[in-house]
């Protein structure tokens, strides 16, 4: 191949790149384990014209149940709601037999809280998602739920309550750019030359308080500090090419269901 025919095969390459991440963008496909912005915009026609009259603009229109925000009765992961949809509650909701497209827009619709222009995270199984918690994910050797687990990151007892969908996935896919800045790892060098590296748990123009690298509580005056910065590679692992996207959707479930 020539060095000119090479070039023009090079630029079609890039432009062809480029034209496949635009239409993933404006698809809304930030990661595999989000439902595409054309799925909400569907799901929100589709609940529009069946479920608003019963549930409500809002989706807080039953008792007990609270779509926009994620709170029902008995459904926990996708499968659950796409199952309540399609055979109904008893006497009180029909079933409905949309087709597949119409039922991952609600699904979608549902996940993005309401919000056309937001991220649905699809959620998978939470009983396979705490299993990978304690196991194949390791996450409980650094994380506490309810008092068990490790004190290295933070407590996740409440994160469901705490963090949206998007925030717990992008947590798990890419913690260097989701983790928030208080639990960023620090590390600290004392004016008599003491290094302490550790969690940040607290800081004011002063003051840092951290958990150090041994578990133990350290607060530090700055003044008495000759070195201190903020580590921006943290230690928790990102999980994109760990876990598949099967297993991330479970492990999001899971910790969604914590609510403390």
């Given amino acids: 191949m020539s060095r000119p025919t090479r070039a023009l095969a ?9 034209a496949a991440a635009r239409v ?17 915009i569907k799901g929100q026609s589709t609940y529009r014209a069946q479920c608003a009259t019963c549930h409500g603009v809002f989706g807080n229109g039953v008792g007990g149940v609270d779509l926009r925000r994620g709170v029902f009765k008995t459904v926990r992961s996708d499968e ?5 949809v399609s055979t109904g509650v008893g006497n009180g909701m029909p079933a409905f037999k949309f087709d597949r497209p119409e039922m991952t827009g609600i699904v979608a619709f549902i996940r993005a809280g309401f919000d056309v222009g937001g991220a649905a995270v699809k959620l998978g199984d939470p009983q396979k998602g705490r299993q990978l918690f304690a196991g194949k ?8 739920v309810n008092g068990e687990g490790g004190k290295g990151g933070p407590d996740l007892s409440d994160v469901g309550s705490e963090r949206t969908l998007g925030t717990i996935q992008g947590m798990i896919i890419e913690p260097a ?12 060098v004392t004016k008599d030359g003491r290094v302490i590296t550790g969690r940040r748990l607290n800081e004011d ?11 133990r509580l350290v607060s530090l005056e700055k003044t008495q500090l000759k070195e201190y910065k903020v580590l921006t590679t943290p230690k928790m692992p990102a999980f994109k090419d760990k876990l598949s996207t099967e297993e991330i959707a479970d492990l999001v479930a899971y910790l969604a269901s914590l609510k403390g």
């Fill in 10 to 18: 090079l630029v079609l390459l890039f432009a062809f790149a480029a």
């Fill in 24 to 40: 993933r963008a404006q698809a809304g496909q930030v990661h595999e384990g989000q439902y595409a912005q054309s799925d909400i």
């Fill in 80 to 84: 659950d709601l796409m199952k309540v």
């Fill in 137 to 144: 994910g390791g996450c409980v050797s650094c994380h506490r």
């Fill in 177 to 188: 750019t989701y983790l928030l800045p208080i639990n960023r790892s620090v590390r600290a």
């Fill in 205 to 215: 123009s002063y003051w840092v308080q951290l958990l150090d690298d041994n578990d």
